[in-house]
């Protein structure tokens, strides 16, 4: 049972360049979230989904778009990276939202926008 | 406004020592999770509660929840290498979006 997989594991961009990070999940969970983690600033949400076909703003969703069009697979878009957008980037998915159950978290992709 | 605070940031500790670190909040929460992050892996989750008061033990890991479901503390006992990592707390207010972590602690436990 592989949880919660993020591709790729690492990338650098160019400013400017756009990049889809990819997140899949075979536990059938209907929700699922980006996060952000910053030096200092903790685990930021981005955008996320409460099942197929939906999505949601979270606290820091400028520069960002999702999509959920495959309820296993939640996809973090940058359209123009910037170099404030350099992050390591989490995805995680739970059977309900929020704090009821637990959140299953991937090993992140480490972004570097140059 | 800082919604969740966790203290302190950074503790470092000879293995066999005990610690504690804090959660606190500024508003009541419908829970409050703890998880533990290593390097280069996402956060896991240890404990979930829900109910104020209560006390919650895992190993050498003890959560303590405020009666005013607004703190909650960790305590590791005996404190190992293999402890050594982010620990995080994360709340939920219970309505629409509001699921917070804090910044976290890290701890590094010293062989």
């Known amino acids: 049972n592989a949880g919660v997989t993020q591709t790729p594991k690492f990338r650098v961009l160019k400013t400017g360049q756009s990049m889809t990070l990819l997140c899949a999940q075979d536990m059938n969970h209907e929700y699922m979230y980006w996060y952000r983690q910053d030096p200092g600033m903790g685990l930021r949400l981005i955008h996320y989904s409460v099942g197929e076909g939906t999505t949601a703003k979270g606290e820091v969703p400028d520069g960002y778009n999702v999509s959920r069009l495959k309820k296993q697979n939640f996809l973090l878009g940058l359209e123009s990276a910037a170099p404030s957008q350099t992050s390591v980037y989490f995805c995680?998915?739970?059977?309900?939202?929020?704090?009821?159950?637990?959140?299953?978290f991937g090993d992140g992709t480490r972004l570097s926008i140059l | 406004t800082q919604l969740l605070e966790q203290s302190p940031q950074f503790l470092s500790i000879q293995e066999g020592e005990n610690l504690t670190v804090y959660c606190n909040s500024s508003?009541?929460?419908?829970?409050l999770q703890w998880y533990r992050q290593e390097p280069g892996e996402g956060p896991v989750l240890l404990v979930t509660v829900v109910t104020g008061g209560e006390v919650k033990k895992l190993k050498r890991l003890t959560f303590q929840f405020g009666d005013a479901r607004k703190d909650s503390s960790l305590h590791i006992t005996a404190a190992q290498p293999g402890d050594t990592g982010l620990y995080l707390c994360?709340?939920?207010?219970?309505?629409?979006?509001?699921?917070?972590f804090g910044k976290g602690t890290r701890l590094l436990v010293k062989p």
């Open positions: 994360a709340l939920s207010k219970g309505q629409g979006f509001s699921f917070i």
């Open positions: 995680a998915s739970s059977y309900h939202l929020w704090g009821s159950q637990p959140q299953h």
């Open positions: 508003s009541v929460f419908s829970s």
